[in-house]
Every structure is written in C-alpha cells, then in structure tokens.
C-alpha cells in the first residue's frame, strides 16, 4: 500500500516562511519523481514543483527563487520549503508521485497566508 502523508502546513503572514513535508511508504522513494501540487479555494489544481531521483528540480515560474523542493532518501521524505510566502500562495498543497504506472496523492495542507 502506497502512503503519502503531508504536514507542515499552517497560517503565515506575508514575506513568512513555512517548509512542508511529505513522508512516504510502499514506494522505492530512491528511484521515484516526486512532486507538490496546490489548489487554491475556486480553482484548479496546479503543479507547483518536481524533483526527480537524481536531484534534478523544476518549478512553475510563480514560484521560482521563492520555494525549493529537496529529498532525503534516507527518510523517504520529500520537502518543500517556501520563503516570501504571499496572500496568493494560499492552497491546499499535495504531494503526489506516479509508482507503477499508478498516480498517488496525499490528502494535502493547508497553507494561509495572510496579507
């Protein structure tokens, strides 16, 4: 069975800073692309950022220079730290991975910021 448990999340003022995590089971995390998504209140879900087993990172241009995604094999833990949180980073914020051709989402946190 396939877990991905989020946490970190919380309310921040403007130009704060919060660092999310998403620990994981049933998967070879060494070898797996890990990613955060976030869905703001009325809108879609949306990729926020992917590292790939190789350290290897990518970001939505919204939040490049302001977040950094990182792995610790040793944990099975994949992490995003944001800094300069702004109003419109509020989202409920998804780690998600793809394992054996199946996708696999954790239930997310909610992260508020405030103006």
């Known amino acids: 069975q396939v877990y991905l448990v989020e946490s970190g999340g919380g309310l921040v003022q403007a130009g704060g800073s919060l660092r999310l995590s998403c620990r994981t089971s049933?998967?070879?995390?060494?070898?797996?692309?890990m990613a955060w998504f976030r869905q703001a209140p009325g809108k879609q879900r949306e990729f926020v950022a992917l590292?790939?087993?190789?350290?290897?990172?990518n970001y939505t241009d919204s939040v490049k220079g302001r977040f950094t995604i990182s792995r610790d094999n040793a944990r099975a833990t994949v992490y995003l730290q944001m800094n300069d949180l702004k109003p419109e980073d509020t989202a409920d914020y998804y780690c998600?991975?793809?394992?054996?051709?199946?996708?696999?989402w954790g239930r997310g946190t909610r992260v508020t910021g405030s103006a």
């Open positions: 998600h991975t793809t394992w054996r051709s199946t996708m696999y």
């Open positions: 049933g998967i070879n995390f060494k070898i797996a692309r």
């Open positions: 590292i790939n087993n190789d350290g290897s990172t």
